[in-house]
């Protein structure tokens, strides 16, 4: 069956290092890659969106790229500051088209 | 305004008993979802649904039942609670399905004694 995999559970960062969190997908191919931020207590909020003929892209400190050979994705915190700690998760949707397979998230920790 | 929200945002209750959590989503999409977190903070859907279609999770227990009034609501509910329904319940919206991106509301803490 589909599946989304986040190498890490947990990574700890020094600020100001840029933080790279991994995202595999097996057994589809997904149309695209999102990917969230989640806070303690609160729902996931959208931060990026990278289509499979995309390579990369960026915003602002973020960047996501997309391998459809390694059927992976990778998203960069450059310039990381205690703020960005929190939960990301990798997103698709699944092989019909009709709901989204979240990964288990990697809780990044970003120490001062 | 809050985009997508969501009442109660913790419920404790005992065994057996029958629940309901209420969603609302002012963005105008037109699908809403039932996800539920676990203590390990998977993400799984449970249902998907707009006007047309409701999609369910094969995995979710036919005592968990979304109702939806209008197209801005989908409530969930829940009957004869289980220890194992001790989690954290999220709605979320897109506009058309998965062609686009969700919104998620604060999550309800469901704790089961």
């Known amino acids: 069956s589909q599946k989304i995999e986040q190498n890490s559970e947990a990574l700890n960062i020094q600020e100001g290092k840029t933080a790279t969190l991994t995202c595999n997908y097996t057994?589809?191919?997904?149309?695209?890659l999102q990917w969230y931020r989640q806070d303690p207590g609160r729902g996931p909020v959208f931060l990026l969106l990278i289509r499979e003929n995309e390579k990369e892209k960026r915003k602002e400190r973020l960047k996501v790229t997309f391998d459809t050979t390694l059927k992976q994705s990778l998203f960069h915190i450059t310039a990381s500051q205690p703020a960005d700690s929190a939960t990301y998760l990798c997103?698709?949707?699944?092989?019909?088209?009709?709901?989204?397979?979240f990964g288990p998230g990697t809780r990044l920790s970003v120490l001062p | 305004d809050t985009a997508v929200s969501q009442t109660p945002k913790y419920l404790v209750t005992q065994m057996g008993n029958d629940k309901s959590i209420k969603c609302e989503q002012n963005l105008g999409h037109d699908t809403m979802y039932w996800y539920k977190q676990d203590s390990k903070k998977f993400l799984k859907i449970m249902f998907s649904y707009n006007n047309k279609e409701l999609i369910i999770n094969e995995t979710v227990p036919n005592r968990f039942s979304p109702k939806s009034p209008d197209k801005a609501h989908l409530n969930l509910h829940i009957n004869s609670l289980e220890l194992g329904d001790s989690a954290v319940y999220f709605c979320?919206?897109?506009?058309?399905?998965?062609?686009?991106?969700?919104?998620f509301g604060p999550g309800t803490r469901l704790l089961v004694l």
């Open positions: 057994n589809y191919s997904p149309a695209y």
């Open positions: 979320a919206s897109s506009q058309d399905g998965t062609k686009e991106t969700q919104y």
């Open positions: 997103a698709s949707p699944d092989n019909y088209g009709q709901n989204f397979v």
